[in-house]
Nanobody
Framework: VQLQASGGGLVRAGGSLRLSCAASGRTFSRAAMGWFRQAPGAERELVATISRAGSAYYADSVKGRFTISRDNAKRTVDLQMNSLKPEDTAVYYC????????????????????WGQGTLVTVSS
């Protein structure tokens, strides 16, 4: 599986961005997907995950502002980010766990087998 993330950019606080992750390969529909982010000097952290069955999970810091979705036919997973804050500034990575069970997606990045190259999101105050 190869993952290509896109959609990052510079936005003012309160604005919105939509990230997209395109996957190659036939295993996408059997993969749990996740979005993670890493700010300068910080560890990579979970943003949101979506299971093979479409169940979503969000970190508390983004709950109510971000929405993760997937389209198995298009092999894409998107992250709609609204009400952005300066603390959302980070490089955002999409990841795939091809061994996930149907209704669950791991929160630990160590379970993910494939990673995209990252896309930078910068939120100015």
């Amino acid at each position: 599986v190869q993952l290509q993330a896109s959609g990052g950019g510079l936005v003012r606080a309160g604005g919105s961005l939509r990230l997209s992750c395109a996957a190659s390969g036939r295993t996408f529909s059997r993969a749990a997907m996740g979005w993670f982010r890493q700010a300068p000097g910080a560890e990579r952290e979970l943003v949101a995950t979506i299971s093979r069955a479409g169940s979503a999970y969000y970190a508390d810091s983004v709950k109510g502002r971000f929405t993760i979705s997937r389209d198995n036919a298009k092999r894409t997973v998107d992250l709609q980010m609204n009400s952005l804050k300066p603390e959302d500034t980070a490089v955002y990575y999409c990841a795939a766990d091809v061994n996930a069970i149907l209704y669950s997606a791991p929160q630990d990045p160590g379970y993910y087998d494939y990673w995209g190259q990252g896309t930078l999101v910068t939120v100015s105050s």
